[in-house]
């Protein structure tokens, strides 16, 4: 989390919050993170995670946001750059 914070301030951004407490099934983070959503509307974010969830597939508002890290190597740069792109609304 150190490194993403650091490339976010530097872009003026900044880790809002976590969906953990919304999550009431924990092989279901997609639901949680659409409750969490549900709750507190964003115009964007990004969803980083390090496990592919099923009910994560076929939901855009998961499936738009979602930098996919490799469990074993953690946050990449490449990854932080991913993210960066959906938080500022590039067109990839």
């Not at 951004?13 to 092989?27: A, G, H, I, Q």
């Amino acid at each position: 989390m150190f490194f993403l914070s650091n490339k976010l301030a530097k872009q003026k951004l900044r880790v809002y919050d976590t969906t953990t407490r919304y999550e009431k099934d924990p092989s279901c983070r997609g639901n949680g993170i659409l409750a969490y959503l549900k709750e507190n509307p964003a115009n964007n974010y990004v969803i980083l995670d390090d496990e592919n969830f099923m009910d994560y597939q076929d939901r855009p508002a998961i499936q738009d946001h979602l930098v996919l890290t490799d469990w074993l190597v953690g946050l990449t740069e490449k990854d932080a750059e991913k993210a960066l792109i959906i938080l500022k609304n590039i067109k990839q």
